[in-house]
């Protein structure tokens, strides 16, 4: 056997297994030890190799960054199982339902604010789903549109900050999780804009489409409608703000300011009487769950790495790309297609584990600011995450839609939006600027 062809039938073997489907992490623990095994036996892998595993490992369990991973994730699921999040949904949902197309405005009012809590897509798409798509549906909403407007504004938590998504990108990029939040701000803020001003199209021009609540559906107005906005909106928004904030202008770091937000949401929920045994018990569980696959993940994702680049798999790798034709246009082309294809069959945090450390040394030799690259990735796997017939927020909505909504409406309903997203990925690779505006 050729020793050049072990690190491109690494790549390969590792994908045969996960389409396969085996665990991602186990897969890629797995390849790592059958690889090294086979290079050992041909005296092409060096068996001290494998010493500086045990070494990596405990560098991933003393990483201060990833402590804020849990943090963020259980801020989030403490607001949805405390039922906050409804709050907030009834209630956006009250002061937009005289317009048409409020409801729709208020999912994606609140897919924002749920994306800045929980950064988690699978909870934002079930959550909005749950709350929000039978009263759509109930009041004559296409379902084509309330489906549509819910798939694609809970996967606003891929680029909107505090992003758990972002997080783990800055992990494996090496930047500031502080720059990755600045530079998301612009392009998620203009994403969620576009979508609001889309249902408002839809409104204007079919207008049986998105229709108004009527009148004895909006029981409360003027000073009731005003004090039940300030208090269920404001404290969720002053706790992102305050967390946020602290990461801006470096008064703590995401890993503090993550505790602080779940602190935060505890108090939140402490106060509205919502601070139960069963929503503890619920935010604890999601959170141990989705914390225990990111660290499997990059526990398999450490294996896999060290054996790869012992096979001198890197190299391959980093030629292959910085020589493609085009430089760096040839290799954003290949990134955006690698990276939505697999967005269709793989999660996000695989693909951050995986792809993202085979890009980011061929993006480095060319110049490309890994900042700008990271808000790219994370904005193309937005777009596969809606796409048909495999993006992940379309399966996670299906599982809450009443059978009377076919597949087809939910597909139906997120083309416009996965174009709207392709516009806002082309405004992103055009005008660098969007991100690094704020960044040194």
């Known amino acids: 056997m050729?020793?050049?062809?072990?690190?491109?039938?690494?790549?390969?073997?590792?994908?045969?297994?996960?389409?396969?489907?085996?665990?991602v992490a186990f897969s890629l623990g797995g390849t790592a030890l059958i690889f090294a095994v086979v290079g050992v036996a041909m005296d092409i892998f060096p068996a001290t190799f494998m010493f500086a595993f045990p070494e990596r490992v405990f560098?991933?369990?003393?990483?201060?960054?990833?402590?804020?991973?849990?943090?963020?994730?259980?801020?989030?699921?403490?607001?949805?199982?405390?039922?906050?999040?409804?709050?907030?949904?009834?209630?956006?949902?009250?002061?937009?339902?005289?317009?048409?197309g409020g409801l729709a405005l208020a999912v994606v009012f609140v897919g924002a604010m749920l994306a800045a809590a929980t950064g988690v897509v699978g909870a934002s798409v079930v959550a909005m789903g749950l709350i929000s798509l039978p009263v759509m549906h109930r009041y004559g909403y296409a379902p084509?549109?309330?489906?549509?407007?819910?798939?694609a504004s809970g996967t606003l938590g891929q680029i909107i900050p505090p992003s758990v998504v972002l997080i783990v990108l800055a992990d494996q990029l090496g930047v500031s999780v502080g720059d990755l939040f600045k530079g998301a701000l612009v392009p998620g803020v203009m994403l969620a804009g576009m979508f609001a001003i889309f249902v408002m199209a839809v409104a204007f021009i079919k207008p049986e489409a998105a229709p108004a609540l009527p009148p004895e559906q909006r029981t409360e107005r003027g000073l009731a409608l005003f004090k039940r906005v300030m208090f269920v909106m404001v404290p969720?928004?002053?706790?992102?703000?305050?967390?946020?904030?602290?990461?801006?202008?470096?008064?703590?770091?995401?890993?503090?300011?993550?505790?602080?937000g779940a602190l935060g949401a505890m108090g939140l929920a402490l106060v509205n009487g919502r601070f139960t045994k069963e929503a503890?018990?619920?935010?604890?569980?999601?959170?141990?769950?989705?914390?225990?696959?990111?660290?499997?993940?990059?526990?398999?994702?450490t294996a896999f790495a060290l054996v790869f680049r012992g096979l001198y798999g890197d190299i391959w790798i980093e030629d292959l790309l910085t020589n493609f034709p085009?430089?760096?246009?040839?290799?954003?082309v290949v990134a955006n297609l690698v990276v939505f294809i697999l967005g269709f069959f793989i999660d996000f945090f695989e693909i951050a584990f995986i792809i993202l450390p085979?890009?980011?040394?061929?993006?480095?030799?060319?110049?490309?600011?890994?900042?700008?690259?990271?808000?790219m990735i994370a904005m193309n796997l937005q777009t596969s995450f809606l796409t048909p017939p495999f993006?992940?927020?379309?399966?996670?909505?299906?599982?809450?839609?009443?059978?009377?909504i076919p597949t087809s409406a939910i597909y139906k309903g997120a083309i416009p939006f996965i174009i709207i997203q392709g516009i806002a990925l082309g405004l992103v690779i055009a005008f660098p600027e969007l991100v690094t505006w704020g960044l040194d």
């Open 236 to 260: 969720p928004l002053v706790l992102i703000l305050i967390v946020l904030g602290s990461i801006f202008a470096g008064v703590a770091t995401p890993t503090e300011a993550g505790a602080l």
């Open 391 to 404: 993006g992940f927020s379309l399966f996670y909505l299906r599982s809450v839609t009443p059978e009377e």
């Open 144 to 151: 084509w549109l309330s489906t549509g407007v819910i798939a």
């Open 2 to 23: 050729n020793p050049d062809l072990l690190g491109p039938m690494m790549f390969i073997t590792v994908f045969l297994f996960i389409f396969s489907g085996y665990p």
């Open 358 to 375: 085979l890009l980011l040394p061929a993006a480095l030799r060319l110049g490309i600011d890994p900042r700008w690259f990271g808000v």
């Open 280 to 301: 503890l018990d619920g935010a604890m569980g999601e959170t141990t769950r989705l914390t225990s696959m990111v660290l499997f993940l990059l526990i398999g994702s």
């Open 326 to 332: 085009g430089g760096v246009i040839g290799l954003l």
């Open 59 to 100: 560098g991933i369990m003393s990483n201060f960054v990833l402590l804020a991973v849990p943090f963020f994730i259980f801020m989030g699921t403490m607001l949805e199982k405390s039922k906050l999040a409804e709050d907030l949904l009834t209630t956006i949902g009250a002061l937009f339902g005289g317009l048409r």
